[in-house]
């Protein structure tokens, strides 16, 4: 089993706190929260026995831990789950787990403030598999079969587009419900179908609205919908003022990258997205940093693809290309703006790396994914 990244600052986590694992579905969360220990016991809220045996508190307490799954489902289990902190502290200790984001559900009682650290469990990335396989076999499985660690290690084509299948019907046709009263999951499903046609484009709510016969205000509760069950994220224009980048045009990618299969340019770009945003959660998560992915665009056209932020400042301009490894001329309208961030065009077909005077850099997509790292001064 390839080790999972975020493994040894959970150990430490649990002897202090409550810690929360949340993340895709069939991400790996279960079976990295029962490898931490080989004396668990393990309760899953979906299975009738266990719900029993969580309203009655009746789990063994001599065990090392205690995994509660899906555990969010429960009425003010935030309540519940405080209470057993506060009256038993994390003896033995108390791992959560699941596929919605903590925010999903509204009315859940007492805040656990101040009781838990939550990590985010992301698909596999090239860093993260990079002692297990090889950079260009593992970047072949991750552009044809996903992240996500089953498809992964199968490794075909074949395998992916089954289980792509049965993952999607499960987020739509029980996650979804689950969170929400919607039921109108063909509409849900043409949203998913255009913002895979768009990836790498900035997303117009008012142009979605029209094409699927719905208002705006629908399509914005569906596509926050869609992030709180781990299918897409976004990613916002920067701005000073916070409130004015919310209200410009974002974009929108997949945590399973494979899902964008129309252009092989989109495609690289999701890859990358989706991998500075785990590396981005995971400092967040370990070491506290304030993190933020945002995109750059004027008003006449001038962009760069990514801006990494970390602690407030501006960390790494990123642009991704397919073969052009001649810098982006958009780098050096933004350079004045940025002066201390680090300038990098990552290219996929790239004859050699190469770095300029100004300190741009031209690297090696693979390579840079594989040894992604985002440093803390």
Not at 49 to 62: K, P, Y
Not at 243 to 266: H, I, M, N, W
């Amino acid at each position: 089993m390839i080790q999972r990244a975020i493994s040894q600052y959970l150990l430490t986590d649990l002897q202090k706190k409550i810690v929360f694992i949340t993340g895709p579905r069939q991400v790996g969360k279960t079976t990295l929260a029962k490898s931490l220990s080989n004396n668990l016991d393990y309760f899953n809220y979906d299975n009738s026995t266990d719900r029993l045996a969580l309203r009655q508190a009746s789990w063994d307490r001599s065990k090392a831990m205690i995994i509660f799954d899906e555990l969010h489902k429960m009425k003010k289990w935030k309540s519940w789950l405080k209470g057993i902190y506060d009256t038993e502290g994390v003896r033995p200790q108390l791992l959560v787990t699941g596929s919605a984001k903590l925010n999903t559900y509204r009315k859940v009682g007492d805040s656990l403030a101040g009781r838990y650290f939550q990590y985010n469990l992301h698909p596999f990335d090239l860093k993260e598999v990079s002692g297990e396989y090889a950079a260009a076999d593992a970047f072949e499985r991750l552009w044809n079969c996903s992240g996500f660690p089953e498809p992964f290690t199968d490794g075909t084509s074949s395998f992916y587009n089954r289980w792509k299948r049965s993952h999607t019907d499960i987020i739509l046709r029980q996650d979804l419900i689950d969170i929400s009263a919607i039921r109108d999951i063909q509409a849900i499903e043409s949203l998913i179908d255009l913002l895979r046609a768009n990836v790498g484009s900035t997303v117009s709510y008012a142009n979605l609205a029209r094409t699927l016969e719905r208002d705006a205000k629908t399509i914005k509760r569906w596509l926050q919908l869609l992030e709180e069950l781990y299918l897409i994220f976004k990613v916002t224009p920067y701005a000073k003022n916070v409130a004015r980048s919310l209200l410009k045009e974002p974009k929108y990618y997949f945590y399973d990258c494979t899902q964008v299969d129309q252009d092989k340019g989109a495609k690289l770009e999701n890859i990358v997205a989706a991998a500075i945003l785990k590396e981005l959660d995971f400092i967040a998560d370990t070491a506290g940093a304030k993190t933020k992915l945002h995109f750059l665009r004027t008003k006449d056209g001038r962009e760069i693809d990514f801006l990494v932020m970390v602690n407030n400042l501006p960390h790494s301009l990123i642009e991704v290309k397919w073969s052009d490894d001649s810098p982006s001329k958009h780098f050096f309208h933004f350079a004045d703006y940025f002066p201390a961030a680090k300038k990098i065009q990552l290219v996929k077909e790239i004859k050699r790396e190469k770095t300029y005077p100004n300190r741009l850099e031209v690297r090696d997509v693979i390579n840079w994914l594989s040894n992604i790292n985002f440093e803390l001064s």
